[in-house]
């Protein structure tokens, strides 16, 4: 197993497997980001049930890859140089645990009061919460859905969202309006992959915004926004 290896790469497409140090076990569900010198993400992917990643750089360019997952330190690679539009190199990923004191994983040090709210649905949207159908959903209650095993399209679902429909389709879960097409996913203002987002973890989450077609000029056609720690620093 290679944790990491050559500071120059000849690829477009990263790939590899997210470990577990302690035992060299796969870790599925992490959150691994292709980040540029600026800090932006340019792809992002979840490890499936054996660990494998992908991304994709769309340009050559310097980049470094991080990954998260509840319960193991967040982890960074060294800059890599993507010299190259073809061929594939793999990387893995080494995370170490990190202890989840249960106590102090509540609310009460996340929760946001309504003008917080307030002003980080207009970043993310350009509305306010108030002229939304459905009401943001936070923190508080991602965790009450990751304790039940819920995914984000069962968390839509469990929200009673009016004229929404849920259904399973080969390209992964399909969240539509009534007489409109699947609406996008986006994960911290990235395009997201549907095929992920069962395998997303929703206790990762700090906020999802449901936006219905016509509801903001950002997203015409309507969007699940799902945004995590990251973009909320």
């Known amino acids: 197993?290679?944790?990491?290896?050559?500071?120059?790469?000849?690829?477009?497409?990263?790939?590899?497997?997210?470990?577990?140090?302690?035992?060299?076990?796969?870790?599925?569900?992490?959150?691994?980001?292709?980040?540029?010198?600026?800090?932006?993400?340019?792809?992002?992917?979840?490890?499936?049930?054996?660990?494998?990643?992908?991304?994709?750089?769309?340009?050559?360019?310097?980049?470094?890859?991080?990954?998260?997952?509840?319960?193991?330190?967040?982890?960074?690679?060294?800059?890599?140089?993507?010299?190259?539009?073809?061929?594939?190199?793999?990387?893995?990923?080494?995370?170490?645990?990190?202890?989840?004191?249960?106590?102090?994983?509540?609310?009460?040090?996340?929760?946001?009061?309504?003008?917080?709210?307030?002003?980080?649905?207009?970043?993310?949207?350009?509305?306010?919460?108030?002229?939304?159908?459905?009401?943001?959903?936070l923190r508080e209650t991602l965790v009450e859905h990751a304790e039940r095993a819920h995914t984000v399209a069962d968390m839509v679902r469990w929200q009673n969202a009016a004229g929404l429909v849920t259904k399973e389709t080969t390209e992964g879960p399909c969240i539509q309006a009534r007489g409109g097409g699947c609406l996008p996913f986006y994960l911290n203002d990235v395009r997201f992959n549907p095929e992920l987002i069962d395998v997303l973890p929703i206790d990762m989450l700090e906020m999802v915004v449901v936006l219905y077609p016509n509801e903001s000029i950002a997203y015409p056609g309507g969007a699940i926004l799902m945004y995590t720690e990251a973009w909320i620093r």
């Open 1 to 137: 197993m290679v944790a990491f290896s050559a500071p120059s790469i000849e690829a477009q497409t990263l790939g590899g497997t997210v470990f577990d140090r302690s035992d060299d076990t796969p870790v599925s569900g992490a959150l691994v980001r292709l980040v540029d010198t600026t800090g932006v993400a340019v792809a992002m992917s979840v490890s499936d049930d054996v660990g494998e990643y992908r991304l994709i750089a769309e340009a050559p360019g310097t980049y470094r890859i991080e990954a998260r997952r509840l319960g193991y330190r967040d982890f960074e690679t060294p800059l890599l140089e993507v010299l190259s539009s073809e061929g594939r190199y793999e990387i893995d990923l080494v995370l170490e645990t990190a202890p989840v004191e249960l106590p102090g994983f509540t609310v009460e040090t996340r929760r946001w009061g309504p003008q917080e709210v307030d002003r980080r649905v207009r970043l993310a949207v350009g509305l306010a919460p108030a002229s939304l159908r459905l009401e943001p959903v």
